[in-house]
Nanobody
């Protein structure tokens, strides 16, 4: 059974850094397009960053230059390095996989809180 587990969230001051991790199991990780989403308090879930099977990345405009998404297919892991964090980055962060056979799966989320 496919499972995604996020970790690495927490409380950080504005300007600080965090590294989120997403551990995947139950399938062929290297064949999945992976993404990070976030849901700020009272708002809809939004795409933050995506990394394709071939390692091509794209980012939401507000995080470009501050966040970096990466994957390690040998470890079935995806990461989100978040630098220069701002209070508006406060949200629950989710990882998501997309596969043309499996469809989409989500992790349970990890809370990131940035204090001003």
């Amino acid at each position: 059974q496919v499972q995604l587990v996020e970790s690495g969230g927490g409380l950080v001051q504005s300007g600080g850094s965090l590294r989120l991790s997403c551990a995947a199991s139950g399938g062929t990780f290297k064949l999945w397009t992976m993404a990070w989403y976030r849901q700020p308090p009272g708002k809809q879930r939004e795409l933050v960053a995506q990394i394709t099977i071939g390692g091509i990345t794209n980012y939401e405009d507000s995080v470009k230059g501050r966040f970096t998404v990466s994957r390690d297919n040998s470890k079935n892991m995806m990461y989100l390095q978040m630098n220069s964090l701002k209070p508006e980055d406060t949200a629950v962060y989710y990882c998501k996989l997309s596969d043309y056979k499996l469809g989409a799966y989500w992790g349970q989320g990890t809370q990131v809180t940035v204090s001003s």
